[in-house]
């Protein structure tokens, strides 16, 4: 699992906003994480290896459920439904390995030699980290002054 550090700028506005609010609607902080974590699947998505492409159409986003209010986590995940295309299988049947992930982060061969990942998950991450921020802030903060809109603070 690759752990990034963010350090998000806007967030003093945004905390003023949320004051002003009270309580984060849970709908706005699902759909603002959902919007910045798909511009790390489509960078992933096209930085994945192209063999059937079936790694690229496998890819989608999983939100983990939370037991706290405000918070929404997604994760990049390989569809378990096409399990039986990405787990390979030695000549008795057996699992021996599962190819998303070798693609990923890499995998010995049968001779010793290790064989680099392509990294495409990880460096699109790193890559559009900026990026997936601003979307998080930017969405958040329009959706909070709409909400702040309809309850007549300003």
Known sequence: MVKVKFKIE???ELQKSLKKLGEVPQKHV???????????LKGARSNAPVDTGDLKRG????GEKSRFKGKK???????????DIFQKKNAEGE????????????????????IPGYRFIHDSMAGNAK???????????TKIDQEIGKAGLK
């Open 10 to 12: 806007g967030m003093k």
């Open 30 to 40: 699902t759909s603002s994480a959902r919007k910045g974590m798909n511009i790390i």
């Open 59 to 62: 890819m989608k986003l999983f």
């Open 73 to 83: 986590v997604y994760r990049i995940i390989f569809d378990p439904t096409m399990n």
């Open 95 to 114: 699992i021996t390995g599962y190819y998303p992930i070798s693609q990923e982060y890499g995998f010995f061969s049968r001779n010793g030699r290790y």
């Open 131 to 141: 990026q997936m921020e601003r979307i998080v802030v930017d969405t958040m903060k």
